[in-house]
């Protein structure tokens, strides 16, 4: 129950940090942060580690590599091709008006 | 799952909760924003190897080459993607997101009969249902947003219930899975998965294209709650936190988008089905006000012979905007279909709207006229039940009735008494001109007269229909509608000197743009522009691209300083002190009819208000109604310069100019 209620507010804590933080983000980025969040959605790769740490059976261990693979695409494609992204926004030192 | 140094654990989440935290904070400057990324990646890197130490894993080879694949291909789609095609990556990577949570909770379920509470199973359930939903949802925005798929909304029939029952068929399932005994239960997860990847398809194919920045920042919360979900079954705290706060993310972006297109959630997700299609257009159509009508019936009146009418009609198409075809059976037997297609084609290519309305009971069995009018080809987008068409008439500049008599008859609603009285029709009288292709000028099957032929802005185009359209059709190639090169000429003119005179110039891109890939061309001007000394920003609306933010990227691409990239309200008040604005490709975000006019579609929308700057130079394709089908008065504006065609030319020919001079 201890455990139920530290979720929650864990769930909370996040939900309610993140709307805080997020909703200060300029729109100039909302779109490496949509691909961001969406990397760190793939959070989900941790599910997949835990459910490696028991003796799986052969169907399990089976969906456990297709979500493996899902996951990691989503993180590693994510993050890629935020940072792709973020490269581009450039500030010229010179010549450019501030 | 033991956890002896429960305080050590517990410590070590928050701090890579924290790490998580720093990133998104990182994410509030630009300059910043690169290395909160890389702490975000550094984050979740270590949150992997947490997990790894405590508990280890007995399968090390299938975690290592599962890594390997799914890092290698998102690695190489990253790297390959254009910056345009972004939101449809975003789409297909928040499916694969979706596929991975559902995927857990579906194993763990499977697992968990014996050592899972109820509430853990609870969300595990919610897992399965929302990553389920998400997957397949996500896969219908991507195809549609890479051109895939068809954008236009799918609506089958009793959408809004077929999604209601399918919801209702989830949640009744959810339950029975929570008291149904452990050998059946894993019947009830595939079948609570299929149920829900079918519910996010009949839920995604009926939002349209200009709706999808909306669906995707939603589908962005749902794959954040799906892998929260996840956390809760699992009782995983980083799971839990990543998930909410992505959620939260997603849901803010959401909320962004449909206020910056002034809809409501809801009505995006659940648009009005009285008129499935394009609520949007018959609107923006009472708003043009087509000063052309106003002399038309005065030449309809005096009609002499077939060859003036035909002339006439054709004058006709090359004025209107909107066109209803009315096809009935006499075109089926004049077998008529295929010249009614190549027709409507000419008048699609030329961009006016044409639709076809379809009386029930058009052809001689029902859907029939569909069938028809597929089998020649027909987009079938372009078919609409009467229902749905009848309120657009009004707005309609003239209707084309062929082979069709009695379901056009206005008898059948003014007089009673008569055999047709109350049928219901076509309300094609209601257009502002009506063509009737028809063999005779007899009454149809009914044998009541029709008065709509009699009618002051009726032609009459007797004769074999098939015939007849071939007419129109070569009249309609052959006319000359080339008076704009020369315009075309004074009007670049008239930029160059607005824009060399111009003190302080704003550019407002638009998707338009991006389509042409033109902002490399454009970003070139705004640095002629500078180095001529003009001061130049860009002009940024929160839904000129696919997504949130998406023309910042472009843009960005395109290595602009992004110092120069203002928001919507920040330069808004500075549009009056602005000696010219230049627009590429942007049409509803600069609309005046959006704070001037009420009852639009885009009434209440946030613009630019570019028509508050001294000159306004549009560079779009051409001067059309965007999504929101819309007229723009600011075409109609006279300080406005139009130099329609590709915006990536125009820019160039306006580089080149400027050049020129100096």
């Not at chain 1, 909370?12 to 909302?30: A, D, K, N």
């Not at chain 2, 998580?20 to 690169?34: E, S, V």
């Not at chain 2, 009793?158 to 239960?185: D, E, K, M, R, Y």
């Not at chain 2, 609309?591 to 560079?619: F, W």
Request: negative net charge.
């Amino acid at each position: 129950m201890t455990n139920l209620l530290l979720m929650a507010g864990v769930f909370l804590f996040s939900f309610i940090v993140g709307y805080f933080l997020i909703s200060r983000i300029p729109t100039l980025l909302h779109t490496p942060l949509m691909s961001m969040t969406n990397a760190i959605s793939a959070v989900t790769i941790l599910g997949v580690l835990i459910l490696f740490s028991v003796a799986s059976t052969r169907t399990e261990q089976i969906i456990g590599s297709v979500a493996f693979v899902m996951a990691a695409f989503n993180l590693v494609g994510g993050f890629a091709i935020t940072d792709r992204m973020l490269r581009l926004f450039k500030k010229k030192e010179a010549g450019g008006g501030k | 799952m033991i956890e002896p140094y429960f305080s050590m654990n517990l410590f070590l989440d928050f701090c890579v909760i924290g790490i998580l935290i720093l990133g998104i904070w990182l994410f509030r400057w630009p300059n910043t924003a690169k290395f909160g990324n890389l702490t975000a990646a550094f984050a979740l890197t270590c949150a992997a190897g947490l997990v790894l130490y405590r508990s280890g894993t007995l399968y090390p080879y299938i975690v290592l080459i599962s890594l390997v694949i799914g890092s290698a291909a998102g690695y190489w789609v990253a790297k390959k993607i254009t910056m345009i095609q972004i939101p449809a990556m975003v789409a297909f990577q928040n499916g694969a997101g979706g596929v991975a949570s559902f995927l857990i909770s579906f194993v763990e379920l499977m697992r968990g009969a014996q050592h899972l509470g109820p509430v853990n199973e609870f969300f595990g359930l919610l897992g399965l249902t929302t990553g389920a939903l998400t997957f397949s949802g996500s896969m219908i925005a991507g195809g549609k947003l890479s051109n895939k798929l068809d954008q236009t909304p799918r609506i089958l029939p009793n959408h809004t219930w077929l999604v209601i029952i399918n919801l209702a068929a989830i949640i009744a399932l959810i339950i029975a899975a929570l008291f149904a005994p452990s050998g059946s239960q894993i019947f009830l997860y595939i079948l609570i998965v299929l149920l829900s990847i079918l519910f996010g398809i009949i839920f995604s194919i009926r939002i349209g294209g200009a709706d999808m920045p909306v669906l995707i920042s939603f589908l962005n919360a749902t794959t954040g709650l799906a892998a929260a979900f996840c956390g809760m079954i699992i009782e995983n705290k980083l799971l839990i936190s990543c998930g909410a706060t992505v959620g939260a993310s997603g849901s803010i972006l959401t909320y962004v988008m449909c206020r910056a297109m002034n809809r409501s959630l809801f009505r995006v997700f659940v648009p009005l089905e009285t008129s499935p299609q394009e609520p949007a257009v018959n609107n923006g159509q009472t708003l043009t006000a087509d000063p052309v009508e106003k002399e038309a019936p005065d030449q309809t009146r005096d009609q002499s012979s077939e060859q003036t009418n035909l002339q006439k009609t054709v004058e006709l198409a090359r004025k209107a905007d909107k066109i209803i075809i009315i096809p009935g059976y006499g075109m089926a037997v004049a077998q008529a279909q295929f010249e009614v297609i190549d027709f409507s084609n000419k008048l699609l290519s030329m961009g006016k709207d044409v639709k076809f309305a379809i009386h029930p009971v058009a052809g001689r069995m029902p859907g029939h006229m569909n069938v028809l009018l597929a089998e020649a080809g027909v987009d079938y987008d372009l078919l609409e039940e009467m229902d749905a068409i009848n309120p657009e008439f009004k707005d309609t500049n003239f209707s084309l009735v062929i082979g069709a008599c009695d379901v056009v008859n206005p008898a059948a609603i003014e007089t009673d008494g008569s055999p047709i009285s109350g049928m219901p029709i076509l309300l094609a009288h209601e257009s502002k001109h009506v063509v009737c292709c028809n063999l005779d000028n007899k009454p149809g099957y009914s044998g009541v007269e029709n008065p709509l032929y009699k009618n002051d802005n009726t032609i009459m185009l007797l004769g074999n229909a098939k015939e007849t359209l071939q007419q129109l059709l070569e009249n309609l190639s052959d006319a000359p509608p080339a008076i704009e090169e020369p315009s075309e000429k004074s009007h670049l003119d008239a930029a160059i000197t607005a824009l060399s005179s111009a003190k302080k110039v704003i550019i407002i891109p638009g998707y338009g743009m991006a389509l042409a890939q033109a902002q490399f061309k454009v970003v070139e001007l705004a640095s002629i522009l500078e180095s001529m000394g003009t001061q130049v920003k860009f002009a940024i609306h929160p839904v000129a691209g696919r997504m949130p933010g998406h023309m910042n990227v472009l843009l960005a691409e395109a290595e602009i300083d992004y110092d120069k990239l203002y928001e919507m309200d920040e330069i808004n008040p500075e549009f009056s002190q602005t000696d010219a604005v230049l627009i590429f490709g942007a049409c509803d975000v600069v609309n005046p009819s959006a704070i001037e006019i009420e009852g639009t579609p885009i009434s209440g929308m946030p613009i630019l208000t570019a028509h508050d700057a001294k000159k306004v130079i549009v560079c779009n394709f051409d001067a059309n109604p965007g999504y929101s089908g819309v007229e723009n008065t600011l075409y109609e504006n006279p300080k406005t310069i139009m130099l329609l065609g590709d915006a990536a030319a125009t820019a160039k020919e306006l580089i080149d100019a400027l050049k020129k001079q100096n």
